[in-house]
């Protein structure tokens, strides 16, 4: 059964960074392309990265240049280096698993919090 934990949101001012964390367990994380989406109050959940199984990084336009996504495989684990961040970007943040030869096998975690705030 997959599981995707994301961690390392929380209250940030603007202007600051975050470094956010997603591990995965259950499946065999290489045959995995990994995103991350965002979804704010009272807006719909948007995909801001994306990185292939072999490491190829895809940014959105809503916050290219401040954003830089990673992964680790042999720790199973994705990476989302926010920066210079503004209270636009409050919302909650989750992973989500693509698999690389079946596109329709997603798995998502539970989110992590992200607040941008003075």
């Known amino acids: 059964q997959a599981q995707l934990v994301e961690s390392g949101g929380g209250l940030v001012q603007p202007g600051g960074s975050l470094r956010l964390s997603c591990t995965v367990s259950?499946?065999?994380?290489?045959?995995?392309?990994m995103a991350w989406h965002r979804q704010a109050p009272g807006k719909q959940r948007e995909l801001i990265a994306s990185?292939?199984?072999?490491?190829?990084?895809n940014y959105q336009d809503s916050m290219k240049g401040r954003l830089t996504i990673s992964r680790d495989n042999a720790k199973n684990t994705v990476f989302l280096q926010l920066n210079s961040l503004e209270p636009e970007d409050t919302a909650v943040y989750y992973c989500?698993?693509?698999?690389?030869?079946?596109?329709?096998?997603?798995?998502w975690g539970q989110g992590t919090q992200v607040t941008v705030s003075s």
């Open positions: 990185i292939t199984s072999s490491g190829m990084a």
């Open positions: 259950g499946i065999t994380f290489s045959m995995y392309h």
């Open positions: 989500k698993a693509i698999h690389k030869l079946k596109p329709t096998t997603t798995h």
